[in-house]
Every structure is written in C-alpha cells, then in structure tokens.
C-alpha cells in the first residue's frame, strides 16, 4: 500500500506526527492509499516555505505566472481520464461526472492562466490637474486553502489558480476523505514548473491542520468551502484575516403550472441525485404547483424507480455511493426525522445492502416548509416535495431558509422568470435549468448563510486573492492640497 506524503518546500516528506490514515473507496471499501496525518509543526513549516517563496513568485512578471498555469492546464488535459477515474473512486461520483470535475479544473486554470495578462485595475480622473489616478491589484501573501471532498479536483483549482495567478503562496489542506486528487493536482502544478514552496500541502485533520492554518497569524487569508458551522469557526478564528466562505445551500426548484414537465423532471432528477446530491448546489427542495404536483409526481416515481445506483466507474451506474458511512447514517437519519414529522415516503428511504455506502434516491411529499427536511442540508439524495399555489408563495417557500446558494424556475412565461430573478434570495438563479452546473468565468457564492459575501471563480475570484492598492501619481510639481486646492 502506498504510503503518500506532505509537500513542504518541494519536497514530499512524512508528518512530523508519524501517523497515518487512509482513504477509501466508497464503492468497495478498499483502501485507496495511506496518507500523513499532519500536525501544527508541519503547518508552520509549509508556512515558513510559503514565505520564503513569496518574494520570487510575487515578483515574477503576472504573464510568467499565467504561463504556469497554462501548461498546468495542458497537462490536465493530457490526464483527465485518469484524474477524472480517480475523483470516482475517491469519492464516488459517476465516471462521467468525475470527468466533468476534472474539466471544471481545467476550465479554471485556463480562465486563471489568461488573468495573468490582465489583472485588471482601473483609472480614473483625478479632481486636480496634472494628477494621474489608478488602482492596481496585489498578492495577499501566504494564502490557507480549505477544500472540501465533493469537488476534489475542481475547487482545490478554484482555489489555487487564482491565488497562484495574483501572485499568492499557498498552503493548502484538503478534506481526508480526498486527499489523493488533491496530491495528484499539486505534482500537476510541480510538473508546470512551479516553483518550489510557492505550494505546500498538509494532509490531516481540520481540527490540527486546517486550526493551525486559520490562527498561524503569519497567514494572510483563508478559503475556505465546507460546512456552516465549520465556516462560523473559521471566521470566528481567522479574526482579522480575509476569509472566504462557500458553505451549505438548501436549494430549491420552483415548478411552475405552464412548465415544460418533461424538462424540468430532467432538472430535478439531474438536481437532486446527480452527485448523490452531494454537492452544496444540490436541489433538495421541489417547490411544485399543486394543479400539475399530481402528474409531475407520478412522473417523478417512474423515473427514479429505474435508476441505477452503484459504483460510479461502472458504466451504467446513474448514481454513485455517499461518501463515507458517515453520511450514509446522517441520510437515513434524516429518512427517519421526515418520516417522524408526517412527510410521506414517494421513494426510497433506505440503505442498500452489500459493500459500500450506497442509498436509495429518496423523495418525500407532503413537506411543509417549516419541517427540518425542507430547512436543513442533508448532502445526499433526499428530494422534499412541497406544493405551492402561486409564485408569490413559491418565492415565500423558496426564501424561507437560512441559506441562499442556488435557485432555479421552470415557468414558460418569462415575467414569472424575472420576477423570480428579482425577488430569490440567492447568490444563483437558474432559468429552465436544474440548480446546478456552474460555469468557471461567472462569479459563484452565495447569500445569507451559505456564505460571508464572496464569490468564488469570474473576476471576483480575482478580488478574493487579490489586495487593491490606490495610486495617486502628481506631475504638477507643486504641492496641490485634494479638497482645498480646487479652484
Ligand atoms: C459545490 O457543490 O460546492 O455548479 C460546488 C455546480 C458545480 C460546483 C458545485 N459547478 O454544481
């Protein structure tokens, strides 16, 4: 069994600890690879190697930059089947979707590796003659990048192509239940020809690694994508360092009564048990007119029931496993509050026996808004029905939950459309299109309590990873006093 290390200054080394965990597959349980378990000393070391790189890498020209991440790019391309075979047996998502997730990376790093010639600021007149005004954008520094297991290629690239093209040095932790994708995209930025240190890896706990990396004061931002109440703690302990938080979504699709029913089935089947559901843009909530709930419904049953659930890399296989058994419990354990609130089982509802952690698609109907299955995130293939009677209701249901990350409406009438547009509250709103499938170049994040404001990818993942310093140049050569010398 292959025992894999931490990078440290360029060089893949063991824990200070000497311990180890694994990595299973959750389609069969077998063990992946072991991996170290990193502690506080092996944090402050890669901090250390961050900061000795960053004078280099910082002053390297932002198109040199780019250039690494171009050839980064190319060498995702050259190994997105075998990445994409082992996103799926790392965490189980379908073959093609493992695919898709390398794809999202490769996307991101080509988008990233263009910024470096671009890192816009902006200029602007100055109130004085002879005064030449602009903003212009700056590394942070050392960044802690915070990755979570469902995206285990695609947002550690979220995350480090950005921060890499501003000029940024990294310490990375990825989730333990993905730390090999994560080391495979590292040795791809290694093989760019990143220099050394500019990317240090701690494999390990969140409560050793990812704490040492959220206090160490030496670190001048944190992103972080994971649960809420993680999140809160984050920010809690980051105190004064920029942080970024991509969390939880409860996110909804609104089926109106003039919707294409068949296009919007494939919405809710693709929302709802693509990923096992396991993916913070899921759609866990059907918000349904109650004059076609009936007949969608009916089409609903016969479309799940025929699902294939198994190990992703099998060809026919629809649905994957849940990542570990953990969630297999916290799924049945929710199967279990709805069942005890009086929301009624359409489908599924149970573990499926055998190797690996594997549920059945599972949809409630008769959901009323306020119960814990139509508020609380489950992360896995739990759909709650819940009827409505006009928009204005659907957008009340839609925008009755703490969190605010994805939003979609199935409607032919485009001022229902906009008014959802408006009126959602939600860093994403779909139109005739299921909750998910973001796109690397627009801003993604969301409202509420998914997140505190930022925006990961587009522009705005520039900002995250980026200073704005505001430069004034005066050619007059006098001294000319802004707000008093104004004649
Ligand atoms: C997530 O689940 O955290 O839009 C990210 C999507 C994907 C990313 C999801 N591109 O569903």
Not at 14 to 33: L, Q, R, Y
Request: aromatic share 8%; charged share 25%; hydrophobic share 40%.
């Amino acid at each position: 069994m292959e025992v894999h290390k931490i990078l440290i200054d360029g060089k893949w080394i063991k824990s200070d600890s000497g311990e180890t965990f694994e990595s299973v597959n959750p389609a069969t349980e077998e063990v992946i690879g072991k991996f170290q378990q990193g502690n506080g000393e092996d944090v402050k070391a890669a901090i250390d190697a961050a900061e000795d790189a960053f004078e280099k890498w910082s002053s390297y020209p932002a198109p040199r930059r780019g250039e690494v991440l171009f050839k980064a790019y190319q060498l995702l391309k050259r190994d997105k089947e075998r990445l994409g075979k082992l996103v799926t047996s790392e965490m189980g998502k379908v073959l093609p979707e493992g695919l898709g997730d390398v794809q999202e990376a490769i996307d991101m790093t080509a988008y990233m590796a263009g910024e470096g010639r671009r890192l816009f600021g902006h200029t602007t007149p100055s109130e004085l003659p002879d005064k030449f005004c602009m903003t212009i954008r700056q590394p942070l520094g050392v960044v802690g990048l915070i990755s979570p297991w469902n995206f285990p290629v695609a947002i550690p690239a979220w995350k480090l192509m950005p921060a890499l093209v501003c000029g940024n040095t990294v310490v990375f932790k990825p989730a333990s239940d993905t730390p090999l994708c994560a080391i495979e995209l590292v040795k791809i930025l290694e093989e760019a020809g990143l220099p050394k240190g500019v990317v240090n890896l701690v494999t390990g706990p969140g409560s050793i690694v990812g704490e040492e990396i959220v206090t160490n004061p030496k670190i001048r931002a944190i992103s972080f994508t994971g649960s809420r109440e993680v999140g809160i703690e984050v920010r809690k302990k980051a105190e004064l360092k920029k942080v970024g938080l991509e969390l939880g979504g409860k996110n909804g699709i609104i089926i109106m009564d003039d919707a294409d029913l068949d296009l919007a089935l494939d919405g809710v089947l693709w929302g709802g048990f693509g990923t096992t559901g396991q993916r913070c843009t899921a759609a866990s909530r059907v918000i349904i007119h109650k004059k076609i709930k009936n007949k969608f419904l009916d089409m609903l049953f016969e479309r799940t029931k025929i699902l294939k659930v198994g190990d992703g890399l099998k060809k026919d296989t629809e649905v994957g496993p849940l990542v570990n058994k953990k969630a297999v419990e916290k799924v049945d354990k929710y199967t279990q509050i709805g069942l005890d609130e009086g929301a009624k089982l359409l489908y599924g509802g149970r573990k499926v026996g055998g190797k690996g952690f594997f549920y059945q698609p599972t949809i409630f109907t008769n959901v009323d808004v306020d119960m814990r299955i139509a508020q609380e995130e489950i992360f896995g293939p739990t759909v709650s029905v819940i009827e409505i009677d006009s928009l204005d209701e659907a957008i009340n249901v839609m925008n009755s939950i703490n969190y605010g990350l994805s939003s979609s409406i199935y409607t032919q009438d485009v001022n229902r459309a906009f008014k959802a547009i408006e009126k959602i509250e939600s860093g994403l709103t779909y139109v005739n299109a299921s909750t998910i499938g973001s796109e690397v170049h627009l801003p993604f994040g969301g409202v509420k309590d998914t997140g505190n404001g930022t925006r990961e990818g587009g522009i705005e993942g520039i900002h995250e990873f980026s200073e704005t310093k505001t430069v004034y140049v005066d050619y007059s050569g006098v001294l000319q006093r802004a707000q008093i010398d104004i004649e």
